[in-house]
């Protein structure tokens, strides 16, 4: 239910299940959105109610972590006592290392099998595999090796912002957003540091994934800065495609 696939499988999936186990298990220890798998819990709760199967079933919540959300203590604190609240069962340190769909038993790390009659697993994060293609990362699960001061990749003038940079951030839209400003900042910098004339032609291409709850990352306020240095009549238009904006600029830098 992580992917568009996996969200319309899931509708058809839900509403016959009617009783026995639930498990929202966590696949890999870096994942999008930590706090999404106990949303999850929770939304199923109220959705089971709802159809009057809530008695008949039971939800079970498997993280790699040792509460919901580890940076925010009382966020988790305030998430366990809701599980506790609502009968939701919390197993923590653990990971969903296999799935036996004879036996619908679902392993742990521990090796620990779990019974389920409906698994909504969370899979293990990758980088996107034109990522890999281009050589910026060096396999699928590998994140890219940036700078931590600036971000910037092996390849000069190159940055990696959001869940593909590996400086070990939660993979989660308001760090990405944090991380587009750091490389805005970069590229004034360094565009202040060139020696160019005014009217110089300058090309700007930013291309940015719709990341939920931080779209657009990378037009934020340090790229709208470099953009208002060119005319307005100068500046190209911006392309959006499924999940994406591609934003270019062929321009002169105004005197």
Not at 137 to 165: H, I, M, R, S
């Amino acid at each position: 239910f992580y992917s568009i696939a996996g969200a319309f499988a899931l509708r058809d999936v839900i509403p016959a299940f009617e009783r026995g186990p639930a498990i929202i298990g966590v696949c890999g220890k870096s994942f999008k959105c930590p706090p999404a798998p106990s949303e999850t819990a929770l939304l199923l709760h109220d959705y089971l109610t709802a159809r009057g199967r809530r008695d008949a079933t039971e939800i079970s919540l498997v993280m790699p972590f040792g509460t919901p959300i580890p940076p925010s203590p009382d966020t988790s604190r305030a998430i366990l006592a809701a599980f506790a609240e609502r009968g939701i069962r919390f197993v923590k340190d653990n990971l969903v290392t296999a799935i036996d769909p004879a036996r619908k038993v679902a392993v742990l790390t521990d090796g620990t099998e779990m019974p389920f009659a409906l698994f909504l697993g969370v899979p293990v994060h990758r980088v996107p595999q034109v990522v890999v293609d281009s050589g910026l990362a060096a396999d699928p699960f590998g994140w890219v090796p940036v700078n931590k001061k600036t971000l910037e990749t092996t390849f000069p003038g190159v940055y990696a912002v959001g869940d593909v940079n590996g400086v070990g951030t939660p993979k989660a839209g308001v760090f990405a957003e944090g991380a587009a400003r750091v490389v805005a900042e970069a590229i004034i910098a360094r565009l202040a540091t060139l020696a160019v004339d005014p009217g110089t032609e300058l090309w700007i291409e930013a291309v940015t994934h719709h990341a939920g709850d931080a779209p657009d990352l990378l037009m934020d306020e340090g790229i709208a800065a470099i953009w208002d240095t060119i005319p307005a009549d100068e500046r190209g238009p911006g392309v959006s495609g499924h999940g994406w904006t591609a934003v270019g600029c062929r321009g002169r830098l105004g005197r």
